[in-house]
Nanobody, 124 residues
Framework: QVQLVESGGGSVQAGGSLRVSCTLT?????????MAWFRQTPGKEREGVAA???????MYADSVEGRFTISYDRANHVVGLAMNSLEPEDAAMYYC?????????????????WGQGIQVAVSS
């Protein structure tokens, strides 16, 4: 069973930077996983933020393009999301997601494994 453990996050003023990380643990097969970050605020649907697949293909939501950077340390099974120029609209619960051997996607249906979420707060 694969588990995802998120870390990082926290609170920052608008314009600041934060980083969240996610580590895969458990029974990990020796092939590349698709990894992604999603976020959700109360009353809204969860939205895809960034994704990366085994071939290194990366996708970003238009709202974060140029400000967020996803990275994947395959050797240590850690995916990170560096968030710069944060805006109050970026405040949300951020979730890490993973799927075995797939194409990068920003849709929830593309992922089977999910983390518990980690809070990111941005004050104006």
């Amino acid at each position: 069973q694969v588990q995802l453990v998120e870390s990082g996050g926290g609170s920052v003023q608008a314009g600041g930077s934060l980083r969240v990380s996610c580590t895969l643990t458990g029974w990990i097969y020796n092939h590349a996983y698709c990894m992604a970050w999603f976020r959700q605020t109360p009353g809204k649907e969860r939205e895809g933020v960034a994704a990366i697949d085994g071939d290194g293909t990366i996708m970003y939501a238009d709202s974060v393009e140029g400000r967020f950077t996803i990275s994947y340390d395959r050797a240590n099974h850690v995916v990170g999301l560096a968030m710069n120029s944060l805006e109050p609209e970026d405040a949300a619960m951020y979730y890490c997601a993973a799927e075995e051997t797939c194409t990068a996607s920003l849709t929830e249906d593309g992922y089977y494994y999910w983390g518990q979420g980690i809070q990111v707060a941005v004050s104006s």
